[in-house]
């Protein structure tokens, strides 16, 4: 049984602006796996290899082959309830925003539109050398994809040892400084600068609710750890805020 204390949902009944911060947490219960925690991502990938433009540079066949994979997991799944209650929020709260970290897409397929994401969106592509975007899909089975430039076209998603996209960046730091109500969910809070969300909005005055099925980093400052699934935990906030 998920108990939800009253006065959280009094909080988003009298709030003026809500922020949710959201990390691959809230898409595990899609199937789709996370980074770190114990079948995480990285535990048997090697993120430089994968995840960075010297890997990029050193073997695009194979970066290229790991996002083909991952869209195609992408493709696979679906929203689950806590992306649906997430969307469902920015329709009942006046100002919501949703900042990710997520490149899935799938908070975009449950119906969220006011989103910032930070680290882009597997769906897009992008040049490496001119910044060109490409809409259309890529697939391998035509080789590895090359811009009208010459320069080669790499998934619009930010590796690390990057910087983030500058006005996803900016508008998330000005939406925590602005805050009242910030929900840190399904994140391990250590990949900066989006780590730094809440703690600058706590600073700020934000009362801070985390959702993880563990503690964080970030569990000794918050208001209020929810500890359980996203997927489960969201939709009776949504339930008991109707
Ligand atoms: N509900 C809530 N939280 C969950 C659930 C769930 N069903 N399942 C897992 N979690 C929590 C884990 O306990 C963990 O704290 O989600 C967190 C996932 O942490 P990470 O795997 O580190 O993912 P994230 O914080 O999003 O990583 C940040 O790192 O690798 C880079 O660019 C990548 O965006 C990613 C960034």
Request: aromatic share 8%.
């Amino acid at each position: 049984m998920i108990n939800i204390p009253e006065q959280l949902i009094a909080r988003l009944k009298n709030a003026s602006k809500v922020v949710a911060s959201t990390g691959a947490g809230v898409s595990a219960e899609s199937g789709v796996p996370t980074f770190r925690g114990q079948d995480g991502i990285w535990n048997k990938m090697n993120p430089e290899e994968l995840a960075s433009v010297d890997g990029f540079m050193a073997n695009p066949q194979l970066v290229w082959e790991w996002y083909q994979y991952r869209r195609d997991l992408m493709d696979k799944v679906e929203p689950n309830p806590g992306h649906k209650a997430l969307a469902d929020l920015e329709k009942m709260v006046s100002d919501f925003t949703l900042i990710t970290q997520n490149v899935d897409n799938l908070h975009r397929r449950a119906g969220s539109s006011r989103i910032l994401e930070l680290h882009g969106n597997v769906t897009r592509n992008k040049c490496l050398a001119c910044d060109k975007p490409y809409a259309e899909e890529i697939r391998l089975d035509k080789g590895l994809p090359y811009c009208s430039c010459g320069g080669m076209i790499r998934p619009d998603v930010v590796w690390f040892g990057e910087m983030l996209p500058e006005r996803e960046i900016r508008a998330a730091f000005a939406a925590a400084e602005e805050a009242d109500l910030f929900f840190s969910i399904g994140t391990s809070t250590l990949v900066q600068p989006a780590a730094a969300l809440p703690f600058l909005a706590r600073r700020n005055g934000a009362y801070v609710v985390e959702i993880n099925i563990e503690p964080t980093g970030l569990t000794t400052i918050s208001d209020l750890f929810l500890q359980g699934k996203s997927g489960e935990i969201l939709p009776e906030i949504v339930r008991l805020l109707r």
